[in-house]
């Protein structure tokens, strides 16, 4: 009897689904409205203000609103849909107390540990809590496409942000013509749909610019918007490298490898070693005898880091204690974005290469 109870029971638990929560609908039902706004007040100005000054000739306005209207909706929704740079979870066998440190432009950084994801995080990755996933190079998370703004999809952002500026003030422009050019006819079904377009158009506007303007400013001094708010760099910034370098790296910069193009395979049983073979560049170094690691056995090698200026902090002395041990291995260097990251070891750290 006490067998088939608990046959019994194995048997009806897979019946009883979990309860899904439904946070996800919400930002996802506001970001669509966005876009139905925009095509519902481009449709408004297309048929009534537009139209009435193409038929007589201003054939001007639809030729310049028109390629505008294309290029927002476009940035708009691939914005939606767009990958800002997740980096894939880590495993199971990673430990979290193992003390990573990276150096970026003679500042220490030292890697914190993502719960959530299993893997300890590069410089400028944080965890998105709405999201639920962490983001290279992150900026923000924009409500208004509910996707975050990191590394793949900055510039996607900034020419959406430049897209609306210029559509929303050509919108503008357009229905205070058309009310200029009709204010001798009486009023009409024309004009209030014009009204009712200039004045979101002229809301969104102010707003808008500014935030170009924050963004530009951003970008030049190569800070983001989540370190500006609990100023994160307090000494000096090690990823400034000047005006023209900083706007190429984020406008122009190739975008690097895809990673959650190999999620799939990541999670198959395989452990640690198949991403170990992928992430290592090089050829392994000879073995260090008796001091094998949590991987095998740690690399040693004579390279030496030079001497700088190093930031304050935990990250600093446990980076002034690998340089002061006469068993340091210089394990890689990632010429990622134009910055020497560089992930150095002793034989009781265990250092990963930054992506």
Not at 60 to 86: K, Q
Not at 244 to 259: D, E, F, Q, S, V
Request: proline fraction near 10%.
């Amino acid at each position: 009897m006490p067998l088939i109870k608990d046959a019994m029971t194995l048997v009806q638990e897979p019946q009883q689904m979990p309860v899904v929560p439904l946070s996800w609908f919400l930002p996802s039902l506001f970001a669509a409205f966005n876009v139905m706004l925009l095509v519902f007040l481009s449709g408004l100005f297309f048929g009534f203000p537009c139209r009435w000054l193409a038929q007589n000739g201003e054939w001007l306005f639809p030729v310049i609103t028109g390629p505008l209207f294309i290029l927002t909706f476009y940035s708009l929704v691939s914005l939606n849909f767009s990958d800002p740079g997740i980096l894939h979870r880590g495993s199971i066998h990673e430990d979290p107390m193992t003390v990573h440190v990276v150096s970026v432009n003679r500042r220490a950084f030292r890697l914190q540990w993502c719960p959530k994801c299993c893997f300890h995080r590069p410089p400028r990755t944080y965890h998105c809590p709405w999201c639920n996933i962490c983001v290279e190079d992150f900026d923000h998370h924009c409500k208004w496409v509910n996707n975050c703004i990191g590394h793949r999809n900055f510039r996607l952002f900034m020419l959406l942000v430049l897209s609306l500026c210029l559509y929303s003030g050509a919108l503008l422009i357009t229905c205070l013509m058309f009310l200029i050019r009709t204010s001798h006819l009486p009023f009409s079904m024309d004009k209030i749909m014009a009204i009712l377009v200039a004045v979101p158009s002229a809301g969104f506007l102010v707003p808008l610019v500014l935030l170009l303007l924050i963004q530009a400013i951003s970008v030049s001094t190569a800070e983001r918007s989540c370190e500006s708010k609990c100023k994160y760099h307090q000494e000096y910034n090690p990823f400034d490298q000047g005006f023209a370098r900083n706007w190429y790296l984020t406008m122009c910069a190739p975008l690097g490898p895809k990673y959650m193009s190999d999620v799939i395979c990541l999670q198959r049983p395989v452990g640690t070693g198949w991403i170990h073979e992928k992430t290592q560049p090089s050829p392994p170094c000879p073995p260090e005898h008796g001091s094998p690691g949590p991987h095998g056995p740690q690399p040693q090698s004579s390279s030496t880091a030079g001497k700088g200026p190093l930031g304050s902090g935990e990250a600093a002395i446990v980076l002034q204690e690998i340089e002061a041990s006469p068993q340091l291995s210089l394990l890689s260097e990632s010429p990622r974005r134009g910055l020497p990251w560089r992930t150095q070891s002793l034989d009781h750290l265990n250092l990963c290469l930054p992506v």
